[in-house]
């Protein structure tokens, strides 16, 4: 059963309309034939007066408590999405800060860099070059996500969900790479010296990006738990060493 932010079961929604239709119209119908004979037969007296105020008060509570429940529960989703937000826009615009730096094409100390290096190692057979284009184009995407943060946070649920997918794909692109490099190791298809060298700098250069999804992890769910439908996701798979 589900459950809605003010504590009470979606399903009494349904409930609530099945005694409005089934006991409280009914009982209305009656109750108003009661009142117009006993009017008929000399006028209403005061406690029929009060039993159809009563009756007319119950009505509206019940055509009301259904609006006024999803009135009070957007209030409260918006007040919890506001105050995650607010907690939130640091991290993530750090966190967009560090993908970007590890994704330039400068830097010296990256898997992307480890990568379009070994790509060019001809002395490595069955090897395939580094396709950087995906990179680049994520790198673009994330440059776009950190222009929008830094505008203010009127996006930033849209630019949370887009900063996970960045992460994701990023994430599945090194993995699939290394499950390649992992291929060639088993089929002896490294020099020695190149296989050494290689998995001292896989280990070295992986760490960052590992921290990286990590902080993003705990991040997204945060995010989730502030927002009524989930949008990033929270689990990537571990980008481990070669062995």
């Known amino acids: 059963m589900n459950f809605d932010p003010l504590g009470g079961a979606t399903a009494m929604e349904s409930a609530l309309s099945d005694w409005l239709t089934k006991v409280l119209i009914p009982f209305g119908s009656t109750l108003v034939g009661i009142v117009m004979y006993v009017a008929g037969r000399g006028g209403v007296p005061f406690w029929a007066l009060v039993v159809v105020g009563g009756y007319l008060v119950v009505v509206m509570g019940a055509l009301l408590f259904s609006p006024a429940k999803r009135v009070i529960s957007r209030a409260m989703d918006k007040r919890r999405q506001c105050a995650m937000t607010k907690q939130q826009y640091p991290r993530v615009l750090q966190i967009s800060s560090e993908l970007q730096r590890l994704l330039e094409s400068n830097r010296s100390d990256t898997i992307r860099s480890l990568l379009t290096e070994v790509g060019g190692w001809s002395d490595v057979e069955g090897r395939t070059a580094f396709d950087v284009a995906h990179v680049i184009s994520l790198e673009a995407w994330n440059r776009s996500i950190a222009a929008r943060l830094n505008r203010g946070t009127y996006e930033f649920i ?86």
């Open 158 to 243: 849209e630019c949370a969900a887009d900063l996970s997918l960045i992460v994701f794909y990023l994430n599945n692109l090194y993995v699939g790479k290394r499950q390649e490099l992992e291929a060639l190791i088993a089929g002896n298809k490294v020099p020695i010296m190149r296989l050494t060298y290689l998995k001292r700098e896989w280990y070295s250069r992986r760490e960052s990006h590992a921290a990286l999804v990590r902080d993003w992890a705990a991040v997204a769910k945060a995010i989730n738990s502030g927002v009524e439908n989930r949008i990033c996701p929270e689990c990537y798979e571990n980008l481990a060493p070669l062995i």
